[in-house]
C-alpha cells in the first residue's frame, strides 16, 4: 500500500530529529529533506514535527545551526507571508534603513499578496506596517511607498490604447518632449502606484515608440535617489519579474563581499515561482551560469543548501 501523504511528513519529521541527534548534526540529511518538499510540504512536515515530539522544529534547527545555513534553513521552513513580514521589519529596524529591501518587496508584490503581508505584519508587531514605513522614510520615498502599501493598483487587463497612449505622451514631456520634474513627476507617480501589470507594460512600449527610448531610460534620466529606483524597480519587476531578480541575484554576489540578506530572501521567495527563467535570464545578461556564480560567491553547506534551491 502506498504511503500516505501524513506518513511521508511524519517520516520527513523523523528524519530531521535524527539527523539533529548524536555528536553533531548531519547537515547532508537535512539540505536532502528540505529539498525534497515544496514551501507547503515543509510546513505540514513542521506540524508533524510538533506534534511528535511536542517541539518547535526551528527552535530545535535554531539550536543545532549556525550562521547562513541556518538562516536559510529556518526560512524554508517559515510560512511565506510571515518571512516576508520579518524582513520588511528587519529592513527598518535599528539603526538605518535597509531601502534596497523595502523596494524590492513592496514594489514587486501584487495588491492580494501585500494585503497578507501587512495584516501579517500587525499581528507579529503590533503595527501597521503603512505607519512604520512613514516614521522610516521621508520625501518621494516614502510617497512612492506609502502608495503601494494602500493597494489600489488596478489589475485591469483591458487595455484602453488610446489612454495609454496618452499617459505616455504625458510622461514624455507632451508633443514638444519638455518635461518637468516640478511640474510632471506627479503624473509618474500616478501612474505607476495606480496602473495594473497590463498597463504598465502598454505604456512602456507607447513611451518607446514616442521617445525612441525605454521608459527605465527615462526615468534615469528625469529621477534621482531611492524615488528613482523605486520607480525603475517598480517597472521592471512588473514587466519582467524574472529578468528583474537575475539582476539582484547579480547585484548580490558582485563586487567584494555577498549581500548574503539579499541572496537568501531572492532565492527563498523565487525558486518555486520562477527560478528557471531567473537562470535564463542571468546566463543572456551575464554570459555566466547562475549556479556556477553562487558556488564561487559563497561556500560550505550554506553552498550546498542554496545550490540546491537554485537547481
Not at 547562475?290 to 564561487?296: A, F, G, R
Amino acid at each position: 500500500m502506498a504511503e500516505s501523504s501524513k506518513d511521508l511528513y511524519q517520516k520527513a519529521a523523523e528524519e530531521l530529529k535524527k539527523a539533529m541527534e548524536g555528536f553533531g548534526t548531519d547537515k547532508e540529511s537535512l539540505i536532502k529533506v528540505v529539498t525534497s518538499y515544496n514551501t507547503k510540504e515543509r510546513l505540514k512536515i513542521k506540524k508533524e514535527y510538533k506534534e511528535k515530539y511536542q517541539k518547535e522544529l526551528i527552535d530545535d534547527l535554531k539550536s543545532e545551526l549556525s550562521g547562513k545555513f541556518e538562516d536559510v534553513m529556518v526560512a524554508l521552513f517559515k510560512d511565506p507571508i510571515e518571512y516576508e513580514a520579518e524582513c520588511l521589519n528587519k529592513a527598518m529596524k535599528g539603526a538605518g534603513t535597509d531601502e534596497n529591501t523595502l523596494i524590492e518587496i513592496i514594489s514587486s508584490r501584487p495588491n492580494w499578496l501585500m494585503q497578507k503581508i501587512k495584516i501579517k505584519y500587525k499581528e507579529l508587531y503590533g503595527n501597521e506596517l503603512i505607519d512604520d514605513v512613514k516614521n522610516d522614510t521621508s520625501g518621494d520615498f516614502q510617497k512612492l511607498l506609502i502608495g503601494l502599501l494602500e493597494c489600489e493598483r488596478s489589475d485591469n487587463k483591458n487595455i484602453n490604447k488610446e489612454n495609454c497612449e496618452n499617459i505616455a505622451k504625458e510622461l514624455s514631456g507632451g508633443e514638444e518632449g519638455k518635461w518637468s520634474i516640478e511640474n510632471d513627476q506627479d503624473v509618474f507617480y500616478k501612474y505607476i502606484m495606480f496602473s495594473s501589470p497590463h498597463e504598465l507594460s502598454a505604456v512602456a512600449r507607447e513611451y518607446y515608440k514616442l521617445s525612441g527610448e525605454t521608459i527605465i531610460d527615462g526615468i534615469e534620466k528625469k529621477f534621482s535617489g531611492d524615488a528613482k529606483e523605486l520607480i525603475k524597480t517598480v517597472l521592471f519587476s512588473v514587466i519582467s519579474p524574472s529578468e528583474y531578480f537575475a539582476t539582484r541575484i547579480k547585484k548580490a554576489i558582485e563586487g567584494f563581499g555577498t549581500d548574503n540578506t539579499s541572496l537568501i530572501r531572492i532565492i527563498i521567495t523565487r525558486c518555486e515561482v520562477d527560478m528557471n527563467i531567473i537562470k535564463k535570464f542571468y546566463k543572456q545578461l551575464y554570459q555566466k551560469d547562475l549556479i556556477e556564480d553562487v558556488k564561487n560567491d559563497i561556500s560550505g553547506d550554506y553552498q550546498k543548501l542554496m545550490v540546491e534551491l537554485i537547481k
